[in-house]
């Protein structure tokens, strides 16, 4: 039952194909160089998929983490400076920066637990898009292999083992942008080393400059195949910025703020990330083997103030959220046959795997002005170790069906030691989570999935142990460690059409409850249970030979589930997004794209009398290539120059003028037009 890609496609896979340990079965491993069509007969959802390193690459981004925008109905966005990590929104929910969201990039998890700053926090400025060889996106709790903050879904990033060609790129643009990128991947010792280098400066359009520095760097050694062989992976970021966060409305509005304007001059923060990993897959005529390791050294230090004046007239509410810590995993994965019959066509694979975590940390909140240290919130040293092994049956009953059952026990253990005793202590959490897969080929061209399971969160492991708000000194109660998500989805997934492939789902997903920390005040806040309905519809098509369209469209509903009097609406729930995409590809030396992005309104409070705007922005590039070793790239942001909102919020704040505080929107604009040139030369 294992299938094998046709040749052109294996020596493809050589270049560009990474595997990881999300990987479900070797039987569905098969890489499809180019768009996203077509995925029949490949996945277990129709949400689910992969976009390649050409399609990838054929994006215009403003920032590293808009690449998971490839991601068919997610929204990736900024309310600060450019080193924080983005907001995501996907399938009704605001994700903050990464909850419910899994992220992994290489092998390793890119979500951190227990942050200073909020649960799931999710950093891609270490991201070097040139040398991302595919994301593979799932949705929905419908895998065994799939664990914490994977309930809306899972998007995984791999790197090359080795490049086509060296390549050395320049990029300079407006706001004092600038960015280098030197690359390449020589034969050394029998496999191949490669290595990447990042450089970057960005000022942006604010008033005070974001004064943006980075430096990125990937060092990976590699011996054999993606599917048989090893390699051992280095990695370096290190950034720091000035940040100009949301500002009220009210302000701009009276003229006391422009568009671009901050409140706070000293708000921004320092980030730094090293890693080292490795990977070790065999694969045989009828088992797959797969193990990985990694260590994870991540700091950041972030100064904000988003209200003001509201808790502290004289000094100004700004407070600083340091996060030390230190990730280390173990990842490993067995499949073998455990029925192949060549006479009926049913054949079965079993896979079973295991996957362990753990993170040493130390953190704190404190009160500064000037990012100079006033009064100490809390200071905590957490210990969050996790384990967890599935079990997952694919089973291919005909030509026409096949199905995916799994099951996954997991278990996490929380230790707390900080300032004040009534909140340090031990706690332990388990959860059981089963998922059931069913396609069905309704004819050649067409499949149906059903798609039923159980996912979870953890909470932040300060909020297991509490016993007092670290603020106010005020009792709370204890959160859970676990929260049990339940999902269940119908799609269809159609390339019936000649060169086009269209997938549509209809999903519900549940909570029982939306326990979040909140890493301004330093506590856990117990929410209620939800329910959320949506209907995804996602086509691609290719035109012609270098013409490709593509249109994604999304739209949930999101509800909160446990009576609340101030209304059932989830703030910051995204409702409806879009995407147009136009590809040009080859059309003799030149190339190009556009792509439109609806963000649609949302509600900013619970009894929805209070809603964002919709944004709309458009983006595009037009590349010409200069024989075979160069080529040049423009590209374009916010071409119709909109003045919408990247993100809103609504909340009381207090400006230095006003005597009490004032509920009101506060929004981060986008960015004005502006546009990049690029050099870059192969050899």
């Known amino acids: ?116 700053h909020g649960q799931g926090w999710t950093d891609l400025n ?28 899972k998007a995984t990033i791999s790197y090359a083992n080795r490049l086509v060609a060296p390549l050395a790129s320049v990029t300079l643009g407006e706001d004092n942008y600038a960015r280098t990128v030197l690359a390449g991947s020589p034969e050394l010792a029998g496999g191949n080393l490669l290595y990447a280098l990042e450089l970057m400066k960005n000022d942006g359009p604010w008033t005070r400059p974001d004064g943006y520095r980075k430096i990125n760097a990937v060092l990976r050694y590699s011996r054999g195949y993606a599917n048989n062989g090893w390699t051992v992976t280095a990695m370096h970021y290190r950034g720091h910025w000035n940040a100009t966060d949301q500002i009220p409305l009210r302000a701009v509005q009276s003229g006391q703020l422009g568009l671009f304007d901050a409140l706070d001059l000293s708000d921004g923060g320092e980030a730094e990330r090293s890693s080292i990993s490795g990977s070790w897959r065999r694969t045989t005529d009828d088992t797959a083997t797969g193990l990985s390791a990694y260590v994870i050294r991540n700091r950041l230090d972030l100064y904000s103030n988003f209200t003001y004046f509201l808790n502290d007239p004289v000094n100004g509410d700004q407070f600083a959220q340091p996060d030390r810590r230190v990730t280390a995993g173990l990842d490993g994965s067995h499949t073998w046959h455990v029925l192949r019959n060549k006479d009926s066509g049913v054949a079965s694979d079993m896979s079973i795997g295991f996957q362990l975590q753990n993170d040493n940390i130390f953190n704190g909140l404190y009160d500064t002005r000037a990012r100079r240290r006033l009064a100490t919130t809390r200071e905590d040293h957490i210990v969050e170790g996790s384990a967890a092994v599935y079990l997952e049956n694919a089973t291919k009953w005909s030509e026409a069906l096949r199905t995916v ?34 396609a069905y080929g309704l004819w050649q061209h067409t499949e149906l999935y059903f798609n039923y399971g159980h996912g979870f969160h953890s909470n932040d492991a300060r909020g297991t142990v509490a016993a007092i708000d670290p603020k106010t000194l005020d009792p709370v109660d204890r959160t859970p460690g676990l929260v049990r998500s339940r999902g269940l989805e119908l799609g269809l997934r159609t390339v019936a059409i000649p060169k086009t492939e269209t997938t549509v789902s209809v999903y519900r997903l549940d909570f029982d409850s939306e326990l979040t920390y909140i890493g301004d005040a330093g506590n856990t806040e117990a ?98 290539r200069i024989g075979k070793d160069m080529r040049v790239e423009l590209e374009g942001f916010n071409l119709t120059n909109r003045r919408d909102s990247a993100i809103d919020y609504y909340y009381a704040s207090r400006l230095a003028n006003e005597a009490e505080a004032v509920d009101d929107i506060h929004f981060h604009p986008i960015e004005p037009r502006s546009f990049r040139l690029s050099f870059t030369k192969n050899w």
Request: glycine share 10%; with cysteine; charged share 20%.
């Open 527 to 624: 929410g209620d249970p939800s329910r959320r309905y949506g209907v995804e519809l996602s086509n691609s098509m290719r035109a012609n030979k270098w013409l490709t369209v593509n249109f994604d469209a999304a739209y949930a509903r999101a509800r909160s589930r446990g009576g609340n009097p101030a209304g059932d609406r989830i703030p910051g729930a995204v409702e409806g997004v879009a995407q147009v995409g136009l590809t040009v590809d080859r059309a003799g030396p030149w190339s190009g794209a556009l792509r439109l992005r609806y963000f649609g309104p949302r509600p900013l409070i619970e009894d929805d009398s209070v809603r964002s705007h919709a944004s709309l922005t458009l983006n595009g590039r037009i590349g010409y």
């Open 405 to 438: 059952v799994g099951v996954r026990a997991n278990a996490y253990r929380f230790r707390v030691d900080g300032d004040r005793l009534a909140n340090a202590g031990r706690a332990s959490d388990s959860l059981l989570t089963p998922s059931l897969s069913v």
């Open 126 to 153: 270490f991201l070097i898009p040139e040398i991302v060889t595919r994301l593979d996106y799932r949705k929905g709790p419908y895998s065994a292999t799939e664990g914490d903050f994977s309930s809306a879904g």
């Open 1 to 116: 039952m294992l299938r094998f890609c046709p040749i052109a496609c294996a020596i493809a896979a050589l270049f560009v194909y990474q595997p990881t340990l999300a990987d479900d079965f070797v039987l569905q491993r098969v890489l499809v160089e180019g768009t996203r069509a077509s995925q029949i007969g490949m996945t277990d959802s129709a949400s689910s998929g992969s976009v390649g390193a050409k399609e990838l690459a054929q994006r215009t981004v403003y920032r590293p983490g808009e690449l998971l925008e490839a991601t068919p109905g997610l929204i990736a966005s900024q309310h600060s400076g450019e080193g924080k990590a983005n907001q995501f929104y996907l399938r009704g929910f605001n994700l903050d920066h990464g909850t419910d969201l899994a992220t992994w990039v290489d092998g390793m998890p890119v979500n951190q637990r227990s942050h200073a």
